[in-house]
């Protein structure tokens, strides 16, 4: 491996990993339920995401490479819908958005 695609592994991999520190202080310090479903959705398929792509390219051996893009497609496609069915249950069993929650669309609808 060449010291430049070291380099760009190494950097790919700090920044995922500060994605997932992110995510995790977002779950540790936000308020509610939904604030925190945000942070570790996001912010954590950002993260898991670029540290697969960066142990692709550090093997660089095909069936590594397919794998890890193959979970990349599966992060990035389930963790939206996860996090919205998880905050439409949420809501729908009483949990209520914080005081910080400016606009409550789910509270306008007619049920």
Not at 4 to 29: D, H, K, M, Y
Not at 31 to 54: E, F, N, P, Q
Request: proline residues 3%.
């Amino acid at each position: 491996m060449t010291p430049f695609l070291e380099i760009a592994v190494g950097l790919v991999l700090v920044i995922g990993s500060a994605f997932s520190l992110i995510a995790t202080l977002g779950l540790l310090r936000l308020k509610d339920v939904y604030m925190r479903m945000h942070a570790g959705s996001k912010a954590g398929t950002l993260g898991s995401g670029l540290m697969l792509i960066a142990l692709a390219v550090h093997t660089g051996e095909v069936d590594v490479l397919t794998r890890a893009l193959a979970g990349v497609v599966f992060f990035l496609l389930t963790a939206p819908v996860a996090a919205h069915l998880l905050a439409k249950a949420s809501y729908e069993v009483g949990y209520r958005p914080c005081s910080d929650t400016h606009i409550d669309e789910m509270g306008k609808r007619d049920t």
